[in-house]
Structures are given as structure tokens and as C-alpha cells.
């Protein structure tokens, strides 16, 4: 990539921060942007400190999408912003009042020294936190520096009525000698008009003003501290910075987040995606209560046991936020293999729930085990979905022939059912639903579904007709050689294909699987240390790719670790 002029002078101007005061006093308000940047690609976290705390600017966008090959940024400068927002609290010259970190945090492992999703969701607590904790302070001084100049103002006050009162004295003795009839009602009138005046100004002035901040403090103390809910117009006389940005909450950061939200604060968290792991349905329910409704557009559960019960009390919470059009449920202890009372009821009610997501997109359910149910989930949605994945949901064939006839077969995108066993009575149903979703289907997973040679054959003639797919993901499924060959000569016949992710065929494992293997027994078992029937396969694929001019543009690989689960179309 070849740097402009621009971006060579910024990375040289902040690479040395002994010269910071020089430019920062000068730099135009044009180039913090791209020395915002230098300062980030090439860690340098003071430089970044002294951009944020007097950004020129009112919006700041930190991450979202980054160029291919650009690295998320580095720990410390992502610490250094945050605590410069802080600082630009009390900076004349920082205009920021709108931070945007959406998808700043980094899940890939292997970046060294970026920031996850929790460590960022801790490190943007702790901020609000000392914002909160500064703002009391400057407070309290101003508390104190206003109560000092009460006390100069009343003395003040005081010294010029004493001297009137002794005025007033003095022409009292004066107006005894002249006029002894008018004593009692003049030295009242004087004595009233001079004295209460003062004093009454000194009431509705310093001291009512004291009265009056001190009882709006301590209702405000009282708000934050749970004495009632928290309104928009609470948040908006105290609010100077609002940070958007996505949460990742578990149940060891979960007290840390429930203060950042439940106080008021200079700063204020909005969250764009939530991600919750391993946290009660009460704990969710009320994080849900703290979050700001217009911000949020998607939530992730995981690893939580919620139950029936617990879903269908969570479901309908989610109703208020306008914007959500994507949940995620995985591994949430639904196991409706087993009857329970009630049972039946809550279904209905999760049913309801579901029904009350309005804008309602994607949906997916992972490992939640609800057989014979999908009609009874799905139907109850007033809009169609265009992301559906439904991994390890023991669905049925009953299941599968409603989803192909349902509003969303033609309107689906993606669709994730691995994991489902699929046998000759479910698959009518499987090619139905693929000749809906023919014209908007970009990303299909049928990994783990048990589809042997005779199976996949019959699949290959609707899997081609999809044309606007573009991944299409075939792992852990018994075939063997001469099952992928054919596989292989139709994912290449489809132009739009970029991914195929196919299984190892049953010839490269080691002796002694049985004729039909399961995806856990394929998942386990070693492959053959000989590589000579693994170079066979890629020959022969690649003369599959070689023929149909597809060597360059689709990727076909058996690599469930290392290939790039990104491939997808832009929506």
C-alpha cells in the first residue's frame, strides 16, 4: 500500500512526542484525523492522548471496518483514548461529544496486544467510573467555592446593615427634636425598609441558591443510586460525552457494567451489538433495563442456563429496543427432548416473545434442542428472516417441510443447519426450501448432516441452481473420493462461488471407521499419516478447477481451523 504525503508527514510529526507542544498548538483541525491515525498504526498512545483531550470535533469514529491487512489498535493507545476522553472533560478545547468504538474490540487470538471484547467493555467502565468520580470532585469544589463566597457576600451584607441601622439611629434622635408625634410610626417604617431589605436579598440570593443546588444534588444522588428509574432527560442535564460501542458481559465483569450504567455521568455508554455469557435471566433482564432502547441492534447470548421459563420471560424485554433485528442464542439449556410441566405454555409464551421483535432479521439457534417445534417458534415472526441458523436443533423432518413452505424460505441468505441429521425423508423437504431461497441464498452450512454419496448426488442438481451462493460449507459428512469429485465439478459450475469447505474423504482416515460415520466419530478419528491420498484428492480437485477456469477465484479447502470464515457478500 502506498502512503500519501499526508500520512508520511503525520507518521513522522507523532513519532517523536518531545515535539508535541510545538505542533499541537498550531495543527489545523483538518489534520487530527490522519494524525489520529499515524498515532494508532504506529502505537504511539501519547501522541493519541494529546489528539483525543482536545479533539476539534464533535463525532470521533474509533474502528468498525478496517482496511485488509490493518491491524486492530494496539491495547495501550485504545487505553490512552479512553483516558484522554476523561481529560477532555475539563478541556476548554475539546469539542468531542459523540465517541464511536463500535467493533474496535479484536476476537482473534492471534493479534498480539489488541484489546477483546471484555477487556474493552472493562476498560470502558472503568472510564465512565472516573468520570463520575471526577465529576464529583469538581463538584464538591464548586460546592465549596460557592459556599466561601456566600460567606464573603453575608459578611459583606452584614457590615452594610449595621452601618444603616446606625443611620438610621441618628435620624430617629434628629426627628425626636423636630417631630415627637411621628416617632412610633416613622422609626417603624425606617427600621423595616432599612433592615428586611438586605436581609431578604441575601434569602433569595447566595444562600436560596445553595438551598436549591444542594436539593437538586441529592435528588440526583438519590436517581443514581436507585431510588427511582433513570429518564432520558436525566441523562441529557449531566451527559457531555456519549460513547457507543459493543459490550461483551459475563458474570465476572457484570457488576463493573451495572455500575457504569445505572449512575449518571458525564459519559454515557451506548451499546450497539451485546454479547452475555454465563449470566443469569435475572442479571440479563436487568442489564436490559439499564441499556439506553434506541442504540442497540443486536444481542448474543452464550453458555447461559436460562431454560424455557427464563427465555420466555427474556424474550418479551427485548420488544422496547426499536432497532434490534438480530439474536443469538447458544447453548442456553433448552432441552425440550425431556417433558416438563408447563412445558408447552412456555413455548407459547417464547413464541410471543419472538413475535414482539418487530425487525427481526437474523435468528439463530444453537444446540437449544427443540424438535418438532421450529412452526411454533417461527410462525409467530411478522416479518421474514433473512438469516436463519439453526445448528444442532434436532430438527425434524416435519420441521424441515414447514421451513421449505414458511414466508422466509425465499427471502433467506444465510442458512446454518449443520448438525441436523438428514436422511431420504427429509431431503424433498431440504431441495424444496433450496429452490425457494435459489435467488438470495449466499451462504449455505450443511456441515455434520450425515450426507453420504447417494444423499450428496441427489442434492447436487438444487445446490447448482443456487446462483447467487458464494460459501458453501460440506465438512464432517461421510463421502468418499469419488462422492467429492462430483461435488467439486458443481461448486465450480456456480460463478458466484467463492468457498467450498469439503469434507476429507472416508479414503484418508485411518482403518477401522464404520460405513456411515458420524460427524464426532469423522471429528475424532486420525487421518492417515501417508500423504500420498491427500495429494491424490488436491490433484484431482485441482484439475477439477483447472478445467472449469476456477483455479483463481474459488477456494476449495478441508482446513475447519485455518480457512476464512469472512468470505461473505456485503448485504
Known sequence: MVLSLVELCAREVVSDHSSSPCWLSCVPRELYRPLLDAAFTHCRPLAVGELVQRWPERVLVVGGGRKRGQCSPNRLCVQALLLAVVRGLTNKSCCLQVLDLSGLQCEDGRAEDSMGGWSLTVALCSMVLQARAAASRAHKREGERERKRGLVGERERGGTVKRDREGGERGHREEKLGKMECRSNGENSFSHSKVMLPEDESVKGVRRRMEIQRKKSSSMLNVSNGGSSLSNQDWDEVVVVHVRADLFVNARSWERVRDALSHLCPVRLHCRYLRVEELLASSIASLLGLLPQQDLLGVDIRYSSLGVSGLAMLLPLFAPFPQLYSLRLHYCNLDLQRRQPGQQGALEDMSKGLGSLKRLKKLCLTALRLPGHLRLLLSSLSQPLEVLELPYLCLTSADLAYLSCSQHASFLKELDLSENLLDESSLPSLRRLLAQAES???????????????????????????????????????????????????????????????????????PGLPALPSSAQLLDWPLMEETEGRDLTLRLLDEVLSIRGRSSDLLLTSDLLNYSSDLKVDD
Open 440 to 510: 438470495t441464498l449466499i451462504q449455505l452450512s450443511l456441515c455434520g448432516c450425515g450426507l453420504s454419496d447417494a444423499l450428496m448426488e441427489a442434492l447436487l442438481p438444487s445446490l447448482s441452481c443456487c446462483r447467487v451462493l458464494r460459501s458453501l460449507r460440506l465438512a464432517l459428512n461421510p463421502l468418499s473420493r469419488t462422492g467429492l469429485l462430483p461435488l467439486a465439478r458443481t461448486a465450480a459450475g456456480i460463478p458466484s462461488l467463492r468457498l467450498l469447505l469439503y469434507p476429507s474423504p472416508l479414503e484418508e482416515y485411518e
